[in-house]
Structure formats: structure tokens, C-alpha cells
Nanobody, 122 residues
Framework: QVQLQESGGGTVQDGGSLRLSCRAS????????LGWFRQAPGTEREFVAL????????LYADSVKGRFTISRDNPANTLYLQMNSLKTEDTAIYYC???????????????WGQGTQVTVVS
């Protein structure tokens, strides 16, 4: 089974930027969807963004639209999340996930990374 490993988290000031990476241990099939989700303490896991294997049809949560960009480098088996204009409310553990459905419902994703912490301070 494919394994996912996130990296790139850290602490940044309000208005700053971070780029998260998610490397897969193997190539995924062409009908897969990769997504980013996040979870802050005491809250439900929240959809952030998703993209199809071939890079088509990115989808974003309203809360990050215009600030975050999802992309993927298939030869490198790597998914990215460029996060700009970060806000304190973006503070959470960020997870990448692999699924076969084009959906923002985290329950439909089968493979998850261990997460990377993003902290935005004012």
C-alpha cells in the first residue's frame, strides 16, 4: 500500500507563507485524487484542497481560496500545498490523503500521512 509523508510545516508570522510537501512511497494510479485536510485541537478534520492525479480540477475550501494553491509533481510522486497570506486561524495539523473519489469528505480517503504542524502567530 502507498504510504504518504508530509513535510514543510513550521511556525510563521501572520501574513507569511509556507509550502507543504507530501511524498508518496509509490506511484498512484491515474484515477486517484489527492487532498489536503487540517485539524485544529478540539475540532473536526477539515477539508482544505484536492486535485486529480493529472492535475485537473483543483478544489479549495472557501476559507483558503485565493491564498492556497495545490499542485502535484507526478514523476516525483509529490503533492504540494503553497500557503500564502497565512492567518492565525490556519493553525492546525495538516494531513495529505489519497482517495479515488473527487470529494471533500475526509471519510472517503483511504490513505493518510502522519501530519505536519502549521502554527501561525500574530
Amino acid at each position: 500500500q502507498v504510504q504518504l509523508q508530509e513535510s514543510g510545516g513550521g511556525t510563521v508570522q501572520d501574513g507569511g507563507s509556507l509550502r507543504l510537501s507530501c511524498r508518496a512511497s509509490a506511484r498512484s494510479s491515474s484515477n486517484t485524487v489527492l487532498g489536503w485536510f487540517r485539524q485544529a485541537p478540539g475540532t473536526e478534520r477539515e477539508f482544505v484542497a484536492l486535485i486529480r492525479y493529472r492535475g485537473y480540477s483543483p478544489l479549495y475550501a472557501d476559507s483558503v481560496k485565493g491564498r492556497f494553491t495545490i499542485s502535484r509533481d507526478n514523476p516525483a510522486n509529490t503533492l504540494y500545498l503553497q500557503m500564502n497570506s497565512l492567518k492565525t486561524e490556519d493553525t492546525a495539523i495538516y494531513y495529505c490523503a489519497l482517495g479515488s473519489q473527487y470529494t471533500s469528505d475526509h471519510r472517503e480517503y483511504d490513505v493518510w500521512g502522519q501530519g505536519t504542524q502549521v502554527t501561525v502567530v500574530s
